[in-house]
């Protein structure tokens, strides 16, 4: 329910505003940048809908039958889209659907709504496959919604990040998206709306919720021990300080041996932990987000990253992020970035 919410009490009230009005859009969009808190926003508004006795301001009154089911988030007029991957589990591409892994985003989204989509592949266990979504999911979301209400009011679909729908499957949901059967709801949660096509865009009321201040971001992502990339970004670090070279092809070869997707998130971090460094300079606590494990790194590392070369140590790390994602030879890439380590580290 709203209480789940970090913040955005302007973006909320809008939303209120609307349901007061009676002219919530039968089809919403959520956009802003990452960590902002839109699913959580999505998934409240979603639950407010569907009560039975709202409150005089709008609000859900949280008592009702349906409250209490969409809280759970096994109300059944409350519905899930988003991005999967078919892995090794799902044989039949009829089954590509969002309901297969319904149990895994109940537990994840019930966990915090404020998680993204690095975190939902490790649920789902994905290495190197890409989250999208499947044609079937479209035949999927018709087929639910052309049901009557089970509760007899309103019906709500979220769909999570709708910019990973390929052209054939969005173009068979334009039609539902400009004209869905009464009473029914779309609520989309979108980071990268460029992203989309301009006739899903051109069917939908933008919203655009804004970042969250630093003190409302730390509570909502609080910092997480990550052991084995904090142990590798050591590795980098020392070895390339260090100028040993044989430990760096091995370390190098490690990494190619991870995934895809698990070499994006390590070099992803690196950019979020050379970050945190740079500002440890500044010796101000309040400009950290990081681990315990992470701070105690820092205070014997952190004076190595200085003006003159923590923009391009950024740049290095993000030109390995793109090569990675382009399916440029791991082992030439993380080598490569450890070369340029070496130099960059000594300015």
Same mark, same amino acid.
């Given at each position: 329910? /709203? @209480?789940a919410i %970090? !913040?955005q009490?302007?973006?909320?009230?809008?939303?209120?505003?609307?349901?007061?009005?009676?002219?919530?859009?039968?089809a919403?969009?959520?956009?802003?940048?990452? !960590?902002?808190?839109?699913?959580?926003?999505?998934?409240?508004?979603?639950?407010?809908?569907? =009560?039975?006795?709202?409150?005089?301001?709008? &609000?859900?009154? !949280?008592?009702?039958?349906?409250?209490?089911?969409?809280? !759970?988030?096994?109300?059944?007029? #409350?519905?899930?889209?988003?991005? %999967?991957?078919?892995?090794?589990k799902?044989?039949?591409?009829k @089954? +590509? %659907?969002?309901?297969?892994?319904?149990?895994?985003?109940?537990?994840?989204? #019930?966990?915090?709504?404020?998680? *993204?989509?690095? *975190?939902?592949?490790?649920?789902? /266990?994905?290495?190197?496959?890409? +989250?999208?979504?499947?044609?079937? &999911?479209?035949?999927n979301?018709?087929?639910?919604?052309?049901?009557?209400?089970?509760?007899?009011?309103?019906?709500?679909?979220?769909?999570?990040?709708p &910019?990973?729908?390929?052209?054939?499957?969005?173009?068979?949901?334009?039609?539902?998206?400009?004209?869905?059967?009464?009473?029914?709801?779309?609520?989309m949660?979108?980071?990268?709306?460029?992203l989309? #096509?301009p006739?899903?865009?051109?069917?939908?009321?933008?919203?655009?919720?804004?970042?969250?201040?630093?003190? &409302?971001?730390?509570?909502?992502?609080?910092?997480?021990?990550n052991?084995?990339?904090?142990?590798?970004?050591?590795?980098?670090?020392r070895? +390339?300080?260090?100028?040993?070279?044989? *430990?760096?092809?091995?370390?190098?070869?490690?990494?190619?041996?991870?995934?895809?997707?698990?070499?994006?998130?390590? #070099?992803?971090? =690196?950019?979020?932990l050379?970050?945190?460094?740079?500002?440890?300079?500044?010796?101000?606590?309040?400009?950290n987000?990081?681990?315990?494990?992470?701070?105690?790194?820092?205070?014997?590392?952190?004076?190595?990253?200085?003006?003159?070369?923590?923009?391009?140590?950024?740049?290095?790390?993000?030109?390995a992020?793109?090569d990675?994602?382009?399916?440029?030879?791991s082992?030439?890439?993380?080598?490569?970035?450890?070369?340029?380590?070496?130099i960059?580290?000594?300015?």
């Open positions: 329910m /709203k @209480d %970090i !913040g009490e302007a973006t909320w009230q809008r939303l209120m505003s609307d349901l007061q009005a009676e002219r919530v859009p039968h919403l969009m959520l956009t802003g940048p990452k !960590g902002s808190g839109k699913l959580a926003l999505a998934v409240a508004f979603a639950q407010t809908l569907l =009560c039975q006795n709202p409150k005089a301001d709008g &609000e859900a009154c !949280g008592v009702c039958n349906s409250c209490r089911m969409a809280e !759970g988030l096994v109300h059944p007029d #409350l519905h899930f889209a988003f991005p %999967i991957i078919k892995g090794k799902i044989k039949d591409n @089954d +590509a %659907i969002s309901d297969f892994y319904i149990a895994d985003w109940r537990k994840r989204l #019930l966990q915090s709504p404020y998680f *993204d989509l690095n *975190d939902w592949l490790s649920d789902m /266990k994905a290495e190197n496959s890409q +989250a999208t979504y499947y044609v079937a &999911e479209a035949d979301i018709q087929r639910k919604l052309a049901l009557k209400s089970n509760q007899g009011g309103r019906k709500v679909m979220v769909v999570w990040l &910019e990973k729908m390929n052209s054939e499957t969005a173009n068979k949901l334009l039609k539902l998206f400009e004209e869905p059967p009464g009473m029914t709801h779309f609520i949660v979108c980071e990268e709306p460029d989309l #096509l006739t899903i865009l051109s069917r939908m009321q933008c919203i655009n919720v804004p970042p969250l201040s630093p003190e &409302e971001f730390r509570k909502a992502h609080p910092p997480r021990e052991t084995d990339a904090l142990e590798l970004f050591v590795m980098l670090m070895f +390339a300080y260090q100028r040993k070279l044989k *430990d760096l092809r091995e370390w190098a070869n490690h990494l190619a041996g991870l995934g895809r997707e698990n070499q994006k998130q390590f #070099l992803a971090y =690196c950019q979020y050379l970050r945190e460094n740079f500002a440890y300079n500044f010796r101000k606590s309040e400009l987000q990081m681990t315990v494990s992470e701070t105690a790194f820092a205070k014997n590392f952190a004076r190595f990253i200085n003006e003159k070369n923590v923009i391009p140590i950024m740049e290095e790390l993000g030109r992020e793109t990675i994602a382009q399916n440029v030879n082992k030439m890439v993380f080598f490569d970035l450890a070369l340029q380590i070496i960059l580290l000594k300015q």
